[in-house]
């Protein structure tokens, strides 16, 4: 063959080897980008309530639940799913139970990308809003609400479930995102000041009916009096942190909401980063340089310090109330540390008394969309069952919960309940108790903050500003303009929420929402990724070497 011919050859052939190289690489990439796009989200056909529910069929779901290592809680579910079961013996309800809802989050993120989602699972709403980035992933659940058979008090329920209506308004209305609701409550609590008034009194002071941020900060100050051994007066010990507040996201969020200053609107515009916040952590930092202040994150647990007489106010849920006071009967201290004092349980510190506002949390019910609406039905008429009187009662008087419904709230069995408060350190705790009762007293004083995709994100940055301001007093580091405008900064580049445009960076904040997988998803990702880039320099070199043998 002639130069020439071998020539003309090459230019017919190694392009075409360069054209099938660059085609095999686009189609990797796509397939790669499928994989980490959006963590497998896929359309599905939107859920439709089938004419009648098919009990010839057996069914098998799944129920992702947390319980906080409380194994009465544990005890709870167990009971409701073998109750529910015997009214529904073909449905097969299958427990799954984490300790936090963080990993219960992962899990599901992880999970569409392989359609493995759980059927039934409990959840808050900030998360459901990534979820639903996922087409008709979660179901919308008002038409199941009104159907008038399988709905909340339908005709062809098998047990005495609630009316919408009995749902209490202010914690349904917390399950609607997107103008649907994509989620049932499940229990409700919001936060409270667990005082030692014992403490407060000696210190001269007498409780107000209502708590001030005033009244706290000088109450606290007063408490760091030493005497020339190093022992803090008030409680002869050479610790005291007067004021130790567990969940720092919900302080500055209550904190703006009460002095009415921004934090986000309802279409997610982020406004967390303003002048009333700025005052806000001077305040905190002026404080927490003296240790009158300090954060869970920094310090450890506040009911640790409170019962060991080493704090005065002690801010926690009220779910949480079973770990506060003298006699709790759950406690993470040695029995010989505990100190006797009297506990008192009030709402959160006020800017306005006259007009309180607190926030209300607590874990909520979704259901995810499956190929089968039968097996979906099943879903809901066990998430139905969690909202009865058997299960609502019981699971609140684990701890300082709240039932969802008025039904279980007004039940003979509830106000009994409440009725016996310090009858004994257990089932009555009186701390527990007054902690449920304070959120009933108090529902129309509650909010909610705004739910959006990237909302999980801003909550976080809002902790973040106070726990960096408190670490950062504690070292004695200077506290003024400069370190401000760093820490806005800072704590905005950390949680992706500086972009400029996208609704003034909330589309950041979404990506970074979903774009925190698993440790386990990730890892499988970039395993494919360069399992395939291998394969496409082998193609391309192979082509070159053939091309200049030819």
Known sequence: MSRE??????????PGKKISAMVLSLLVFSSVFS?????????????????????????????????????????????????????????????????DYGKIYNDVITNIATDTTPNVCITYPDHIATYLTGTNLVVPLEELFADEEYGLGGSKVRFDSPTEEEIIPQFLEECSIQDHYYAVPYMRSTEACYVNKTY????????????????????????????????????????????????????????????????????????????????????????????????????????????????????????????????????????DKIVEFETTVMPIPQFDPENPRMISQGPSVCIFNKEDPQEVMASWLFTQYLLSNDVQIAYAETEGYVPVTSKAQGAAEYQDYLERCGENNT?????????????MD????????????????????????????????????????AYMEKLYRDTSSLYRLDQSGNRNGVRSAERKDMGELPRTAVVLIASLLMTWILMILYVVFSALKKGKNR
Request: a negative charge.
């Open 5 to 14: 011919a071998v020539n003309k050859r090459k230019k017919e052939v190694i």
């Open 35 to 99: 994989l980490t796009g959006c963590h497998g989200r896929k359309g599905m056909e939107p859920f439709e309530i089938p004419e009648e529910f098919d009990t010839s069929r057996e069914y098998e779901i799944t129920f992702w639940a947390k319980n906080d290592t409380n194994k009465t809680q544990t005890a709870i579910y167990e009971q409701a799913i073998d109750d529910f079961e015997k009214l529904y013996p073909d449905i097969t309800v299958n427990l799954r139970l984490y300790t």
């Open 200 to 335: 407060v009194e000696a210190l001269g002071y007498t409780l107000p009916d209502a708590l001030t941020w005033d009244f706290i900060w000088e109450v606290a100050e007063a408490a760091m009096e030493q005497d020339v051994e190093g022992n803090f007066l008030v409680n002869g010990q050479k610790v005291m942190i007067p004021f130790i507040y567990k969940s720092t996201d919900n302080m500055m969020i209550q904190m703006l909401r009460q002095k009415e200053a921004g934090y986000s609107t309802d279409d997610g515009e982020i406004l967390l980063f303003n002048d009333t916040t700025k005052e806000l952590l001077y305040t905190i930092a002026q404080h927490a340089e003296t240790g009158a202040f300090s954060t869970f994150k920094v310090s450890s647990y506040p009911a640790n310090f409170l019962n060991a007489g080493q704090c005065i106010f002690a801010i926690d849920s009220t779910a949480g109330a079973t770990w506060m006071g003298t006699d709790a009967p759950l406690c993470d201290i040695s029995e």
């Open 427 to 439: 089932t009555y705790y009186d701390v527990k108790i007054k902690a449920a009762e304070l959120l």
């Open 442 to 481: 108090n529902v129309d004083h509650t909010f909610v903050t705004p739910v959006f995709n990237g909302s999980a994100s801003l909550r976080s940055a809002a902790g973040q500003l106070i726990e960096n301001t408190v670490k950062s007093a504690r070292r004695g580091e200077q506290i003024d303009e």
